[in-house]
């Protein structure tokens, strides 16, 4: 009874905050649509300069090749000067040098052009350097079969390896079912880590931490008071991500058990939740707990094999990876909603959630004891 008048104090005080309520739901709805929509590993409309000194048939061949909806030419250069300015202003990011000799080198099996790209933008360069040399092996096989063409019998006899490139869960490679699904888990860690900070610093600035105090419910009441509230606003927001914005919006395929990842998803809200109770322990203010999240959540998120694989990582870092609740979440999260894994497959990151999550709960409680039960 006590319990549940306190999680009612606290569902209270949620609901009258709007501007919580509109962050809520904005994470939940907007910021995973941006996140899915606006951002692309993916090169589209590379601004491109031509500068031709060649001027042929087979120059213009190899041109060509560079359509949209990967290349974007802006303009055909006449001069080195040009050239340079294009690149340095920022109005191109890329340029492709056709040599004077490039038809006869062409002849000679030594063809080359040169192509500039502006790496200020490391991961645009990279993959746009690789549409590149798949176009110029391309053409490179063109030539090969125009001018061999004599010979293409004896080929056919010759042993052959021929590659065929299967993409398992994601065919057509789209960022956006992953970039999604990502932000979606982001901001449960950060819904979590906010709105029970937030609860609890509030108390302190307030002077209301020891009116609490001084009522008749342990300790662990309160906390669990501060975390059901928190976990309630998840698992009520969930599913207009889940089927308004991933499935709705992005068609991501669901192919796991929904109810499996839900469950799961409010342990990980409790851990997470707890660990906003500890920051809440340590802060003096909402603007250190801010500062506080920010520390700990950007290395949460680096380590937490969205971005780099564990298996690629230092040593140091695969093993620091292992303390935080958000790397098993991401990994359960991937394997059952994207690749439809069971229990008997994501069992290990079930337990690492939990017992991060129960351990960072008995923490809180006793550093909150600490501090203010003398």
């Not at 042929?56 to 050239?83: A, G, H, M, V, W």
């Not at 004599?150 to 010759?158: D, E, I, S």
């Not at 680096?302 to 093993?319: H, K």
Request: proline share 4%; charged share 20%.
């Amino acid at each position: 009874m006590r319990l549940l008048t306190l999680i009612k104090k606290e569902i209270t005080h949620l609901i009258r905050d709007k501007a919580l309520i509109f962050i809520l739901l904005w994470a939940f709805t907007g910021a995973v649509y941006t996140s899915g929509s606006g951002f692309t590993m993916e090169v589209r409309n590379f601004p491109t300069i031509i500068y031709d000194m060649n001027n042929t048939k087979e120059s213009r061949e190899i041109i060509d090749k560079f359509r949209k909806p990967y290349f974007k030419i802006i303009s055909q250069i006449e001069t080195e000067k040009e050239l340079t300015e294009w690149l340095d202003s920022g109005k191109a990011s890329m340029a492709v040098i056709i040599p004077p000799d490039f038809s006869r080198k062409i002849n000679e099996n030594k063809a080359k052009i040169q192509v500039i790209v502006d790496g200020t933008m490391s991961i645009s360069a990279t993959v746009a350097i690789a549409y590149v040399s798949e176009i110029t092996y391309g053409y490179a096989l063109e030539v090969l079969e125009r001018e061999k063409l004599g010979l293409t019998a004896v080929y056919r006899n010759l042993p052959v390896i021929e590659e065929k490139t299967t993409v398992e869960f994601n065919p057509n490679t789209l960022s956006s079912w992953f970039m999604s699904m990502l932000e979606y888990f982001n901001m449960i860690t950060m819904v979590c880590l906010l709105v029970t900070a937030a609860a609890m610093v509030r108390e302190k600035e307030q002077g209301t931490i020891e009116q609490l105090l001084v009522t008749p419910v342990r300790t662990w009441e309160i906390f669990f008071a501060k975390i059901i509230p928190t976990v309630l606003s998840v698992a009520i927001l969930s599913p207009l991500t889940i089927y308004g914005i991933l499935k709705g919006v992005f068609g991501v395929p669901l192919r796991g058990s929904i109810f499996l990842f839900y469950l799961v998803m409010l342990f990980y809200a409790f851990a997470i939740s707890s660990l906003g109770l500890v920051i809440s322990t340590i802060a003096k203010n909402l603007a250190q707990s801010m500062m506080l999240m920010l520390v700990i959540l950007i290395p949460m998120l680096f380590l937490s094999g969205a971005w780099t694989p564990p298996e690629s990582m230092q040593a140091v870092m695969r093993n620091l990876s292992l303390l935080s609740p958000m790397r098993y979440f991401i990994d359960f999260g991937y394997s059952v909603l994207f690749k439809g894994n069971g229990i008997e497959n994501v069992w290990h990151d079930i337990l690492g959630i939990i017992l991060i999550g129960g351990i960072l709960f008995v923490f809180s409680v006793y550093r909150f004891r600490k501090i203010f039960i003398k």
